[in-house]
């Protein structure tokens, strides 16, 4: 299946700081690219949808300036916590589209995530 | 957002037992995934399913996409140690939505 890379795996950061999570896929062009929450023994939830080109969208409930999504090119998404706080610490998951070309069929490959600690 | 029930929660079995679970919803889905996610690490596509009855297979993996498209189903035969893991069924309402909804997850448990 399609490789989704997914950087850097683990951080830890203090009270305030900003971290830049990032998204690739490396075998194929995502125009689409999704940021996921997880919080432990729970499911996935989704946080925006980041589109190549223009805005992220993002779900509700969710800051959109304290989560900023920036999609620069067809295999780079980034997501970025700006002062993060101890309540933001959380396991952060990033997806991209991969469509079967010819085919009304695609698939959703995820990167390896990032476990984010505020301390 | 929805959420997708899926059962059972967590699972302990024998080395060598075969494994079921199921994902259902209260809405139609038009397609039907199967993840499993190990600690720490984002979740791994096991099974794409795309029309009403569909059943695939993957290795020791099946699933199916139940006909009234409310449901679906994983089994795992003969399991082995490295199948443990927690496994997410998640669905979407049409092709190229952006929200893939998540199922709660089962996790699995197997003792050699």
């Known amino acids: 299946g399609a490789v989704v890379s997914q950087h850097p795996s683990r951080v830890i950061c203090k009270s305030g700081t900003s971290v830049k999570i990032e998204c690739r896929s490396l075998?194929?062009?995502?125009?689409?690219m999704f940021w996921y929450r997880q919080f432990p023994k729970q499911s996935l939830m989704l946080m925006a949808t980041?589109?190549?080109?223009?805005?992220?969208?993002?779900e509700q409930g969710v800051e959109k300036d304290k989560f900023l999504i920036n999609h620069a090119s067809l295999t780079l998404s980034t997501l970025t916590v700006t002062s993060a706080h101890p309540e933001d610490s959380s396991f952060y998951i990033c997806?991209?589209?991969?469509?079967?070309?010819?085919?009304?069929?695609?698939?959703?490959?995820f990167g390896s995530g990032t476990q984010l600690s505020v301390l | 957002g929805q959420q997708l029930n899926q059962s059972p929660q967590s699972m302990f079995i024998q080395e060598g037992e075969d494994v079921s679970m199921n994902c259902t919803s209260s809405?139609?889905?038009?397609?039907w995934l199967w993840y499993k996610q190990d600690p720490g690490e984002g979740p791994v596509l096991l099974i794409a399913?795309?029309?009403?009855?569909e059943l695939t297979s993957n290795g020791r993996l099946t699933a199916q996409f139940g006909i009234t498209r409310k449901d679906s189903f994983l089994n795992i035969s003969a399991s082995i140690p490295s199948d443990v893991g927690i496994y997410f069924c998640?669905?979407?309402?049409?092709?190229?939505?952006?929200?893939?909804?998540f199922g709660t997850g089962t996790r699995l448990t197997v003792i050699p």
């Open positions: 997806s991209a589209r991969d469509p079967i070309p010819g085919q009304d069929k695609e698939k959703l490959f």
């Open positions: 075998d194929f062009q995502a125009t689409t």
């Open positions: 980041s589109n190549e080109g223009s805005k992220a969208t993002y």
């Open positions: 809405s139609i889905f038009n397609t």
């Open positions: 399913l795309y029309k009403a009855g």
């Open positions: 998640a669905g979407t309402f049409q092709t190229g939505a952006n929200n893939l909804f």
